[in-house]
């Protein structure tokens, strides 16, 4: 097994994990929310007006705006890969939404948040994500892919 050094980037990545890291303290000790995006957007998109839709949408255009902001700082171009339009595509999305609606969060949720506060639900939660991307893997190269 070989390393692919040209996107092996452990510094970029620490750093953007401490970054995300005090975004979720940030929240929590200012709104007392976890950082949750399935969660997040869900209230965005309720008709709820008592979740607090501001700090939601605020996050939201935050999330998208933050690399588009690094990047004129950093004033250097992104390579991009454009996004499929199969119906695989769009039915693999559908299945993301309604697991994490099934299992009451999403992938940072569970992940960032859930363990941070040692939820059992969280850590089964994780395992099984983890799993599941792993095999996968080894399925779609089994199969003559990536």
């Known amino acids: 097994m070989t390393i692919d050094l040209i996107n092996f980037t452990p ?3 620490f750093t953007g994990g401490v970054f ?3 975004a979720a303290l940030i929240l929590m000790l200012a709104n007392g929310r ?3 995006a399935s969660r ?3 209230g965005l998109i309720s008709n709820d007006t ?3 839709w501001i700090w939601r949408l605020l996050f939201i255009l935050g999330t998208m705006a933050g690399p588009l902001i690094l990047l004129l700082i950093i004033n250097k171009e992104i390579d991009y890969v454009p996004v499929s339009k199969d119906l695989v595509f769009y039915l693999a999305a559908l299945l993301v939404g ?3 609606a099934l299992g009451s969060g999403c992938t940072s949720g569970h992940g960032i948040c859930g363990l941070a506060l040692f939820s059992r639900r969280s850590f089964a ?3 099984i994500f983890v799993s599941t991307g792993i095999l996968t893997v080894l399925v779609i ?3 003559g892919g990536l």
């Open 11 to 13: 510094v970029q990545s």
């Open 20 to 22: 995300i890291g005090i």
């Open 34 to 36: 976890i950082m949750g």
């Open 40 to 42: 997040i957007i869900s």
């Open 50 to 52: 008592k979740n607090g």
């Open 98 to 100: 309604f697991g994490s």
């Open 125 to 127: 939660s994780v395992m």
């Open 141 to 143: 190269k089994t199969m």
